[in-house]
């Protein structure tokens, strides 16, 4: 028999979430024009953050609407953190869909992953029906390498898992940092999509 979750099992599956995820972010919108009595207002000039950044990123905290949550996991084991690889998930408010949210936070975490973190690749799942996620991380410049042949159990029916991977050096192309010429290689799936498109991807909505 299935029973309601209680807070203390949420709070442990959040902290479990965090203990397994090298980055873990709410992303947030600010809208100024709503009755939110958190206003904010980004600081402009030459140098406009000075010495106050931590008052100003406290301030954008207070005034964000949680719209949404992006993940890069940890390896699953230890003897694997030398392949430097990591799983990302994003899930995005329905209402906030279709807005190009899902693509910039996730462009901005493969920024992260491969810029700062040192990562080599990046790979996610994503369910066959939803073609906008399908068309979205096509159109970001990654690359079907499989799909996993009705794996997800949705409904009533059952559904394929596309498996999608980026790697560093594709990253750096993409970015420019590289001739693209020395990669190598086919089209990613689905090629450039118009529009913003997004979908969902490791179960979650984008």
């Given at each position: 028999?299935?029973?309601?979750?209680?807070?203390?099992?949420?709070?442990?599956?959040?902290?479990?979430?965090?203990?397994?995820?090298?980055?873990?972010?709410?992303?947030?919108?600010?809208?100024?024009?709503?009755?939110?009595?958190?206003?904010?207002?980004?600081?402009?000039?030459?140098?406009?953050?000075?010495?106050?950044?931590?008052?100003?990123?406290?301030?954008?905290?207070a005034a964000a609407l949680p719209i949404g949550v992006l993940y890069l996991?940890?390896?699953?084991?230890?003897?694997?953190?030398?392949?430097?690889?990591?799983?990302?998930?994003?899930?995005?408010?329905?209402?906030?869909?279709?807005?190009?949210?899902?693509?910039?936070?996730?462009?901005?975490?493969?920024?992260?992953?491969?810029?700062?973190?040192?990562?080599?690749?990046?790979?996610?799942?994503?369910?066959?029906?939803?073609?906008?996620?399908?068309?979205?991380?096509?159109?970001?410049?990654?690359?079907?390498?499989?799909?996993?042949?009705?794996?997800?159990?949705?409904?009533?029916?059952?559904?394929?898992?596309?498996?999608?991977?980026?790697?560093?050096?594709?990253?750096?192309?993409?970015?420019?940092?590289?001739?693209?010429?020395?990669?190598?290689?086919?089209?990613?799936?689905?090629?450039?999509?118009?529009?913003?498109?997004?979908?969902?991807?490791?179960?979650?909505?984008?």
């Open positions: 028999m299935f029973r309601p979750t209680s807070a203390s099992a949420s709070d442990a599956l959040f902290d479990a979430f965090l203990d397994n995820s090298l980055l873990a972010v709410v992303i947030g919108h600010w809208d100024n024009n709503n009755n939110n009595n958190n206003k904010f207002a980004p600081p402009s000039g030459r140098n406009p953050y000075g010495s106050g950044l931590g008052e100003t990123l406290k301030a954008a905290q996991s940890k390896p699953l084991r230890a003897d694997m953190a030398h392949l430097r690889c990591a799983r990302l998930g994003v899930s995005i408010a329905e209402k906030f869909r279709g807005r190009g949210y899902g693509r910039e936070a996730v462009g901005w975490a493969l920024d992260w992953a491969f810029g700062f973190a040192g990562l080599r690749r990046v790979e996610l799942g994503c369910a066959e029906f939803n073609e906008r996620a399908v068309g979205m991380f096509g159109g970001m410049g990654f690359r079907l390498e499989g799909r996993k042949r009705e794996a997800l159990f949705v409904a009533g029916e059952w559904f394929d898992l596309m498996e999608y991977g980026m790697l560093a050096r594709e990253w750096e192309a993409l970015r420019g940092a590289v001739d693209p010429r020395l990669m190598g290689g086919g089209d990613g799936d689905g090629g450039e999509v118009e529009g913003e498109g997004e979908g969902e991807g490791e179960g979650g909505e984008v």
